[in-house]
């Protein structure tokens, strides 16, 4: 079992994500800002995972030196100041990077216009000794803390140039999902994987529900 970081882990997405991965029985460390909120909320996700993982708070440095994997679940806005903040600490980790830059207007929502780039290509190029995977853009907070044991019903859509990091990430896919993520290409594709969730948003307010991704047709292992 890994030590997995989440870094902006005080916020619904990182918290939901960490209450999956301790529940399958990793350690995980919810970094923050401060680390006294990431203790509080920390303890207060402990309450609810009865498996083998465990849960506790740390500072976003602190967090990150000690894990394995970093997943970064921040706000767009404070994206790039806090990786290259932390860049030197990711050295040589899986960092997993789930921000969706979307704006938000009359029309509802949209993704933010980064040129040929992405959330997730930013990081890696602010943490350039990083192995940079996106992934978990599609979940929703809310289902990802619901009492449903799996979100089987969804898929993980995971992009990555490394392609051991990315293998690490497919199968971490399965704690949230019962199943493997789905191998989506390049890292590249977090241009289209991060918008996209503008999508999802629309649809949840035209329909009242929480839509998901799911992905039909596969068969077999992918070609990397
Ligand atoms: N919410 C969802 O359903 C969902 C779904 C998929 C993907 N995402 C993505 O996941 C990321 C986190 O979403 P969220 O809803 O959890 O966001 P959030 O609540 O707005 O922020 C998460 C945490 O990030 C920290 N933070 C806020 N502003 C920051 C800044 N300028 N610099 C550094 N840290 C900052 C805060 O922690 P501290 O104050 O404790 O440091 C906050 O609790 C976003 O990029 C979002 O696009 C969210």
Known sequence: ?????????????GKGLGYRFAKAGHRVVLGSRSKERAAAAAEALRLRISGSGSLEGADNVKAAEIADLVVVAVPYDGHDALLAELGDHLAGKVVVNCVNPLGFDKAGPYGLDLGPSSAAEKAQALAPEAHVVGAFHHLSAVSLISGADLLDHEDVLVCGDDATAKAKVLE?????????????????????????TAVLISINKRYKVRSGIAISGLTGVPNR
Do not use: C, N, S, Y
């Open 1 to 13: 079992m890994d030590t997995i970081a989440i870094i902006g882990g005080t916020g619904p997405q």
């Open 172 to 196: 971490l896919a399965a704690t949230v999902t019962g199943k493997p993520g789905i191998d989506a290409g390049p890292l590249r594709l977090a241009r289209h994987l991060e918008p996209l």
